[in-house]
């Protein structure tokens, strides 16, 4: 919707997500989510890395140089609420992977759809049972996502002037009317 609405007013918009935003990443979200064996968790880590690598070298970079504005879902804030709090990897190794995977490279603005676990666990159970196909992060404990949805409230503290919270408890107009007014007034700064 949002890409909507820009590519409306003209500008150039690229959409991606992670993983899953190149061939390569594709094949690495189909391996990681799909796969039915158990991932360590430094194995997820790096794959998620990996992922990110070729994302920023083939897909965003490219794209920036040539102008455009980057819609990506997830980035490496997803890393640091994941596999960092979520997983329990210390801080500096999860920085030390981003840094890596990234060449440094942070986006202007940051998006965190806030909701409550319980309704994204209510969600989440509603996509499968409407016949949306299970994957690994969709059966994580509810103590789980606390931790992950915790240290993306941490992000956002330390970095309020890059990251923005949207309640995401609502109807999806009510939470797009929230998006709108925010790219809005980071696009007119």
């Not at 140089?65 to 879902?73: A, F, L, Q, Y």
């Not at 789980?144 to 992000?155: D, H, L, N, S």
Request: glycine share 8%.
């Amino acid at each position: 919707m949002l890409a909507g609405d820009l590519c409306l007013r003209g500008l150039n918009v690229l959409t991606t997500r992670e993983p899953g935003g190149t061939p390569l990443g594709k094949q690495l979200r189909a391996a990681f989510l799909e796969t039915e064996e158990n991932v360590s968790p430094l194995a997820e880590l790096l794959l998620f890395a990996a992922d990110r690598a070729q994302h920023v070298e083939l897909l965003i970079k490219p794209a920036l140089k040539e102008g455009r504005i980057v819609i990506s879902d997830r980035f490496a804030d997803a890393t640091y609420a994941y596999q960092g709090a979520g997983r329990g990897f210390p801080g500096e190794t999860v920085k030390e992977v981003i840094r890596l995977a990234t060449g440094g490279l942070k986006p202007d603005l940051t998006l965190f759809f806030d909701l409550t676990v319980e309704n994204a666990i209510r969600r989440t159970a509603s996509r499968i049972e409407s016949g949306e196909q299970k994957n690994r992060m969709d059966v994580e404990t509810a103590e789980f996502y606390a931790r992950v949805r915790a240290a993306y409230i941490e992000i956002s503290r330390t970095e309020p002037d890059r990251f923005r919270i949207v309640d995401a408890n609502g109807a999806v107009e009510d939470i797009h009317a929230q998006v709108t007014r925010i790219v809005n007034e980071f696009l007119e700064d």
